[in-house]
């Protein structure tokens, strides 16, 4: 699933899009009217003086991941989610979307984890199938909370039921009992990373392997292309998270030329970027903090074993807390990639991906505001 299609259905689901928004076609007439009659709405709910802040909540932000899980859907709705819940106020934390995966089962499998498309998922119900299936079935959902139509995500979702049972599966057979996407701890990852796990062969449950590390997106393209990436290896991505990279850039080329080689079931990557919708294999993104702000995956070094291990949601390195406190020692300062401009100033307050990639504010910045 791609990102437009991902955030799209993230807005849809927290209910801050109409029904359909986020499987209606591009070019569609549909996804035309779509348009229409989304600046009406606007017009209502000035009128109506129903805000975002009304709409967007915990339960909204809940209900997204779970729409998210129940797809399969792409790891970058999971930095969009959390960068939305601190826009709005809300605290929320890579854990609490571990537990909307450990309840929400796995209902739809896209392109490229299965031969499906997002056409054929429109047809055969769109998000409100899925979204009513959760709440029909599932119980996951919180479906009386208002959206951006001015009616409750059950009004929304009413009488929307799946129209291919194998495209949008019901919840009584799930490819899997939880959701598609996994937030994995670990003494790479003390601030969590993400897995499309619904992307992983289904065999596939434990990654063991010896890193081969790159300090960059395209020196990893490289050592891929020219054979030094090779069976058993962990492809090790670092400084192109928020802050290294700057802006976390995709991690696209990298998975897919590992694919390209036949290598998806036989090397695993890690990184502190993020990746496209279309990402498969046993590709692992977002780790936190980040290199550039000293995390843990910069203490990584050629030839450590690294462990993936799916069922305990853990990512480690297999060194010991002594090991690491030697190599932080021995590392050497980041050096930002831009030095002057709005980007400078972007390097300096950005936060890694466990926060949602923001900026750090006037409360991070100089202590909270005194009554």
């Known amino acids: 699933m791609y990102t437009a299609n991902s955030m799209n259905s993230l807005m849809e689901a927290i209910g801050m899009a109409l029904p359909y928004n986020g499987t209606a076609l591009a070019v569609s007439d549909q996804r035309k009217e779509l348009v229409r009659a989304a600046a009406r709405q606007v017009m209502e709910n000035v009128k109506n003086n129903l805000k975002p802040r009304d709409i967007i909540t915990k339960d909204a932000i809940d209900d997204a991941f779970a729409l998210d899980m129940a797809m399969g859907g792409s790891t970058n709705t999971v930095l969009h989610g959390l960068a939305i819940a601190h826009e709005a106020g809300i605290k929320y934390s890579e854990e609490d979307i571990n537990v909307i995966a450990k309840r929400t089962p796995h209902l739809a499998k896209i392109a490229p984890s299965s031969s499906y498309t997002m056409e054929q998922v429109h047809e055969a119900g769109g998000i409100p199938a899925i979204m009513n299936e959760l709440i029909d079935k599932g119980g996951i959902l919180h479906p009386d909370r208002i959206t951006v139509t001015g009616k409750t995500i059950r009004e929304n979702v009413a009488g929307a039921h799946t129209k291919d049972p194998e495209i949008i599966r019901e919840t009584d057979n799930p490819y899997s009992e939880e959701g598609g996407l996994s937030i994995l701890y670990g003494n790479v990852a003390k601030d969590g990373s993400v897995i499309k796990v619904a992307g992983v062969d289904d065999d596939i449950h434990k990654f063991v392997g010896k890193a081969i590390c790159f300090d960059s997106h395209d020196d990893a393209v490289a050592g891929i292309d020219d054979g030094s990436v090779k069976k058993g290896h962990v492809v090790v991505i670092r400084y192109e998270g928020p ?7 995709e991690m696209l080329n990298p998975t897919s030329n590992i694919i390209g080689r036949g290598l998806g079931r036989d090397v695993a990557l890690i990184t502190d970027g993020r990746f496209s919708g279309a990402t498969h294999g ?18 990584i070094h050629d030839g450590d074993t ?30 930002p990639k831009v030095r002057y401009g709005y980007l400078a100033r972007y390097q300096y307050l950005v936060t890694s ?5 923001v900026m750090l504010g006037a409360d991070e910045l100089f202590g909270p505001e005194e009554d």
């Open 282 to 299: 046993i590709c692992i993104g977002h780790v936190s903090p980040e290199a550039a702000s000293g995390g843990e995956i910069s203490l």
């Open 243 to 249: 802050k290294g990279g700057p802006g976390m850039p």
């Open 306 to 335: 690294i462990t993936i291990d799916l069922t305990n949601r853990t990512l480690n390195v297999d060194l010991t807390p002594e090991e690491m406190v030697a190599r932080r020692g021995e590392l050497k300062p980041f050096k």
């Open 353 to 357: 991906a466990n926060t949602g990639g």
